[in-house]
């Protein structure tokens, strides 16, 4: 990835779940360093600010669809899905910093549209595969999965002009431990792989990274990263907003973003779901940007 300029661009997003404070994520981010620290590693950055959240009059209102606040995260994700699009026209790479998890809809959006088959590594305690049919919540973070893969209300898949974003086999899940029936339904029905948190117990971090990469090479000509925090154990990063226990540690997520940055396949990258208030000491924002600079090539010695 050496050599080339990347593109920050800031989603302040907290519409698509219920607790504020995640809008403060892609500040607490670059609050931590993460310019400086990409600066260092020899990147030209270009930050080009944030997009733009409505703020609702009401909050929480279902306009249709079991679907909470969905005007305003499909209007945020539109003009997301413009602005990066625009930035990798102009040869950047893109680095996303959220923000709640509803905004991988216009990072998809703006990502897939520029390759046949766009192959997506998704690290999150969640599947993220709901629809307004199978929520439990009516959260649109909890929905961005099933969106991309062209299944949900059309004003969410239709984002971007375009449907499908991305194909089941492309995509590959870890670090699961939480899903909703729909959602195992759905992983089954579409042959979804899936390292969950057993596999990660049983093979290890190094061989379920093997295995991953593999698994999202094969037949595409780009790889997006969602990194969601709550991967990782509460332990290691509190500030989120739907922490689950029992996730992976910082050091193996460490590793897994250097087997990433070894095999330098990724072309995007995306870091949601910091939130500063659920936070202690900006200790998951500095953990992103930690895990970001292993991503980008950093190196001990
Ligand atoms: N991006 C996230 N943190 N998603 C959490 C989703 C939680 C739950 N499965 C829901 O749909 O409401
Ligand atoms: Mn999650
Ligand atoms: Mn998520």
């Not at 279902?62 to 040869?91: H, R």
């Not at 049983?202 to 094969?218: C, L, N, Y």
């Not at 997006?224 to 540690?249: F, N, R």
Request: with cysteine; proline share 4%; glycine share 12%.
């Amino acid at each position: 990835m050496n050599n080339k300029r990347i593109s920050i661009i800031g989603v302040p997003m907290d519409l698509g779940q219920r607790r504020r404070g995640v809008d403060m994520g892609p500040s607490a981010i670059r609050y931590a360093g993460v310019v400086e620290r990409l600066e260092n590693l020899g990147y030209e950055v270009n930050d080009r600010g944030d997009v733009e959240i409505g703020r609702p009059e009401k909050y929480d209102v279902v306009e249709e669809g079991n679907l909470k606040d969905l005007k305003e995260v499909v209007k945020a994700n539109q003009v997301l899905s413009d602005k990066i699009t625009k930035a990798v026209d102009e040869g950047d790479f893109p680095l996303i910093l959220g923000g709640d998890h509803s905004i991988a809809i216009g990072t998809l959006a703006g990502v897939a549209n520029k390759c046949e088959n766009l192959g997506v590594i998704w690290f999150d305690a969640h599947g993220d595969l709901n629809t307004g049919d199978t929520s439990p919540s009516g959260n649109i973070h909890g929905m961005p999965l099933a969106v991309s893969l062209g299944i949900g209300h059309p004003s969410l898949t239709e984002i971007g002009g375009y449907a499908p974003k991305i194909k089941p086999e492309n995509l590959v899940i870890v670090g699961a431990r939480s899903l909703d029936e729909g959602e195992r339904e759905l992983i089954r029905e579409k042959g979804i792989k899936v390292f969950t948190m057993h596999e990660i117990d049983r093979m290890g971090m190094t061989k379920v990274m093997e295995e991953a990469i593999e698994h999202v090479s094969k037949n595409t000509d780009s790889v997006h990263l969602s990194l969601d925090l709550d991967a990782l154990d509460p332990h290691d990063a509190p500030g989120v907003g739907t922490p689950v226990i029992g996730g992976t540690s910082y050091r193996e997520t460490h590793l897994a973003m250097e087997m990433l940055a070894e095999r330098n396949l990724l072309t995007s990258v995306e870091f949601v779901e910091v939130n500063p208030i659920l936070d202690s000491k900006n200790q998951t924002a500095e953990a992103a940007v930690g895990l970001i600079g292993s991503l980008f090539g950093e190196k001990l010695l």
